[in-house]
């Protein structure tokens, strides 16, 4: 289409973590119309897990403006400005402040954005609870069949409209087809918070070296999220990286950060626990494993994977076990779905249902008022202490007091923000553990 003929739309996206940003805005750039210029404002919400400039330069999504905002503040910023598609990727709590707190900024206003939000890899805890909380945007994304039918019976039997449930995929997913490397390439894709204590994440730390120092000829990876005094979309108080430091690691072993993608352009063989990284390797039909040492169990999310045929052992893998995936089980998972991952098959299609619907709304002459399943009468013991984490009133307006977003803080705000991250921080990671142990004493 020429240039002069397409359309301009202003996308808003709003992330609390650097997983949730890389979800958020790769999903904008799917779902937004095929035909359309993009013009893509990134909110990243204060906290605890905002995301470092390293981070953001990691996930390689470019954004035209990108702030950092508190709640209010990016309310504020709604009333103000005009956007045509909102991606809103929260936590389930600040999805539900949000849309209340929307539901109020636009009160008697028919022309509003498309509301947008959904989870950014696999759902295995708090179904029920975090899909009620993202209940009342236009479109509630489910990354695989299974989860627009799970979403969709949850809705349903509590008596709430399932017609946002919109099945799409992953949007990260893609990258050549698997082929083997020269050397062998195992990589092991930790996880923040799984599992979440020394002896667990100790034992996964050793059986991964020895397995590097088992098979020599082998190049064995530690692929880590962040690094310390980073936070991801989880808290994690026992990083790798400072558990390998004690440890004389073999030279065939190598601890790794950088971009997932392009970690499994030269993986033979993925390792983890219950990552959303196994479904980016089972994409590209990269041999995956989702280890069962520890159980199999919900605490640790690999139950999501019970019929994938990718459980093992390490016992079994440093014996050669190579696993071979349920073709059924993957294509419910939206993942390799009919022809190679790059070109062609389902995945290339998965957003057409997304993007008919958003281009639809659009053409309306204006939307419904957003009306989230909680309301102060449906949960009045629930919803307004959800609502003021964020400042927010049972009502969706400011609380007193609630900071304001009329300027820009100054220097020494800033400097006193950053001291205050740093220090919950280090709480986290190094007395909140010593208080623990003491605990066990």
């Known amino acids: 289409m020429p240039a002069s003929t397409r359309k301009s739309l202003r996308v ?6 650097d997983t949730r940003w890389k979800w958020g805005s790769l999903t904008a750039n799917r779902i937004s119309p095929v035909e359309s210029d993009i013009h893509l404002d990134g909110f990243l919400l204060r906290g605890r897990a905002t995301p470092t400039a390293r ?10 403006s990108l702030r ?7 309310l504020r910023a709604m009333e103000r400005e005009s956007y045509d598609i909102l991606v809103v990727a929260l936590v389930g709590g600040g999805v539900q402040a949000i849309l209340h707190g929307l539901a109020h900024v636009w009160d008697g206003r028919s022309k509003r954005p498309v509301i947008v939000t959904g989870y950014v890899g696999v759902v295995y805890e708090k179904l029920a609870d975090g899909l009620l909380l993202r209940h009342g945007a236009d479109l509630v994304l489910a990354n695989s069949r299974q989860d627009a039918d799970r979403f969709r019976a949850v809705y349903e039997g509590v008596g709430a409209d399932a017609s946002s449930v919109t099945e799409v995929a992953l949007p990260f997913l893609g990258g050549a087809a698997y082929e083997k490397h020269d050397p062998y390439t195992v990589v092991f894709a930790a996880q923040p918070s799984v599992p979440e204590n020394r002896k667990d994440r100790t ?8 397995h590097a120092r088992l098979h020599p000829d082998r190049e064995v990876l530690l692929k880590l999220r962040s690094k310390p005094g980073e936070h991801t979309t989880h808290i994690e108080e026992l990083p790798y990286q400072k558990l390998a430091q004690k440890t004389d690691l073999p030279a065939n072993f190598r601890l790794v950060y950088g971009h997932m993608g392009e970690v499994l352009d030269r993986t033979d063989l993925l390792v983890t626990i219950s990552s959303t990284a196994a479904l980016e390797s089972l994409h590209r039909r990269i041999p995956t494993v989702v280890l069962s040492d520890l159980g199999v169990r919900e605490a640790l999310g690999n139950h999501h994977f019970v019929g994938s045929g990718c459980l093992a052992s390490w ?4 014996a050669g076990y190579e696993p071979a995936p349920d073709p059924a089980w993957v294509a419910r998972q939206g993942v390799a779905a009919g022809g190679p991952p790059s070109g062609g098959g389902r995945y290339e299609t998965a957003f057409d249902e997304a993007r008919a619907r958003i281009t639809g709304l659009l053409a309306a002459p204006g939307l419904l008022p957003l009306a989230p399943y909680y309301t102060p009468v449906t949960a009045p013991g629930y919803l307004p202490g959800i609502l003021a984490r964020h400042h927010l009133a049972p009502d969706g307006s400011p609380l007193p007091g609630a900071p304001a977003a009329d300027k820009e803080p100054s220097p020494v705000r800033q400097i006193v923000r950053r001291a205050a991250r740093g220090a919950y921080r280090h709480g986290v990671q190094r007395v909140a553990p010593v208080i623990r142990r003491m605990g066990e004493l």
């Open 12 to 17: 808003a996206v709003l992330a609390d973590s």
């Open 55 to 64: 981070q953001l330069e990691e996930v390689g999504v470019r954004a035209d």
């Open 68 to 74: 950092e905002v508190t709640a209010v503040e990016f």
């Open 203 to 210: 034992y996964l730390l050793n059986r991964l070296i020895q």
């Open 315 to 318: 016992d079994q893998l440093d």
